[in-house]
T-cell receptor, first 115, second 107 residues
Framework: EAGVVQSPRYKIIEKKQPVAFWCNPI?????LYWYRQNLGQGPELLIR????????DSQLPKDRFSAERLKGVDSTLKIQPAELGDSAVYLC?????????????FGPGTRLTVL | GQSLEQPSEVTAVEGAIVQINCTYQ??????LSWYQQHDGGAPTFLSY????GLEETGRFSSFLSRSDSYGYLLLQELQMKDSASYFC????????FGQGTELSVKP
């Protein structure tokens, strides 16, 4: 069974540029999460989807961040414009209804560097 | 609010036993999970305690005491490959992670 797939793995951009991250969750996992992880910290939830519905986006900086999961499968997270403080690893995770929210499967992440 | 506290780093030798503690403050309790993350890798689920007591999975065990708002991860027969960061986490749909404990296993 394939795991959570993310692309790109690495991205370097200039500040004020836009950037997008893509995630394909494990087949059959209806819950999808985007996290941001700063160096030396634990992951912090940005947004959680149940199928195509964003059920918790309270931590998403909506002035510059947006996300979508149009068909309830893969998802895209966008930052426009990027700021220096956005440099971090962006992790996507998914979970199945049977396993609950406590057992999440993470992708390898996208390491974003904003110069 | 919700917060989880764990030591920032722990060092142990190969073959030893190490315990990583986690204390939490939560507005509601949804159980305690543990994740392992190697440098540059993805967090990987290790265990979940929904009720008090000990859960054992091979060389790893996890314990929870809800009355003490406390849990721990116990790693036995340490191997070099166990060197990683370990995170406790709790929450319902919104999983909150601790800051992580960096475990260094020395030969």
């Amino acid at each position: 069974e394939a795991g959570v797939v993310q692309s790109p793995r690495y991205k370097i951009i200039e500040k004020k540029q836009p950037v997008a991250f893509w995630c394909n969750p494990i087949s059959g996992h209806n819950t999808l999460y985007w996290y941001r992880q700063n160096l030396g910290q634990g992951p912090e939830l940005l947004i959680r989807y149940e199928n195509e519905e964003a059920v918790d986006d309270s931590q998403l900086p909506k002035d510059r961040f947006s996300a979508e999961r149009l068909k309830g499968v893969d998802s895209t997270l966008k930052i426009q414009p990027a700021e220096l403080g956005d440099s971090a690893v962006y992790l996507c995770a998914s979970s199945s209804p049977e396993a609950s929210y406590n057992e999440q499967f993470f992708g390898p992440g996208t390491r974003l560097t904003v110069l | 609010g919700q917060s989880l506290e764990q030591p920032s780093e722990v060092t142990a030798v190969e073959g030893a036993i190490v315990q990583i503690n986690c204390t939490y403050q939560t507005s509601g309790f949804y159980g305690l999970s543990w994740y392992q993350q190697h440098d540059g890798g993805a967090p990987t689920f290790l265990s979940y305690n929904g009720l008090d007591g000990l859960e054992e999975t091979g060389r790893f065990s996890s314990f929870l005491s809800r009355s003490d708002s406390y849990g721990y991860l116990l790693l036995q027969e340490l191997q070099m490959k166990d060197s990683a960061s370990y995170f406790c986490a709790s929450g319902g749909g919104k999983l909150i992670f601790g800051q992580g404990t960096e475990l260094s296993v020395k030969p």
